[in-house]
């Protein structure tokens, strides 16, 4: 049952993932996502280059749901990015609503995979 748990946990955190690539295919989407329209193509590439890496971090959680050998690695990739964007975010000021909402995404996000963590060893 467990397995199960974990599998689906994964299933969601990975395509609240993956949902930022569409910046990758259309640059304009930061500003629903993020509040942020992007001006110049220095910060064009560096967006859909985020889009690129969070979609990456949102397949290894999905492989990870099906794969369990990948789940410790899948699970630090996305603990490791959602630290560091909560860190950014609440160390910085005058960011945006929908910025702020995505830091609180992503707390909810830690404290699924954390979920996963303690399942994953409290049932082997």
């Given at each position: 049952?467990?397995?199960?748990?974990?599998?689906?946990?994964?299933?969601?955190?990975g395509i609240?993932?993956?949902l930022?690539?569409?910046v990758?295919?259309?640059a304009?989407?930061?500003?629903?996502?993020?509040?942020?329209?992007?001006?110049?193509?220095?910060?064009?590439?560096?967006m859909?280059?985020?889009?690129?890496?969070?979609?990456?971090?949102?397949?290894?959680?999905?492989?990870?749901?099906?794969?369990?050998d990948?789940l410790?690695?899948a699970?630090?990739?996305?603990?490791?990015?959602?630290?560091?964007?909560?860190f950014?975010?609440f160390?910085s000021?005058?960011?945006?609503?929908?910025?702020?909402?995505?830091?609180l995404?992503?707390?909810?996000?830690?404290v699924?995979?954390?979920?996963?963590l303690?399942?994953?060893f409290?049932?082997?």
């Open positions: 049952m467990s397995d199960k748990i974990i599998s689906g946990i994964l299933l969601i955190v609240i993932n993956i930022p690539v569409i990758f295919f259309d304009s989407k930061t500003v629903k996502l993020y509040g942020v329209p992007i001006e110049g193509e220095n910060l064009t590439i560096l859909r280059h985020r889009g690129v890496l969070l979609g990456l971090v949102g397949i290894a959680l999905i492989a990870a749901a099906f794969k369990s990948y410790i690695l699970v630090a990739l996305a603990l490791i990015s959602k630290f560091a964007f909560i950014l975010t160390t000021a005058n960011y945006s609503a929908e910025i702020k909402q995505v830091a995404i992503d707390v909810g996000a830690i699924l995979l954390l979920i996963v303690g399942l994953h409290y049932t082997k």
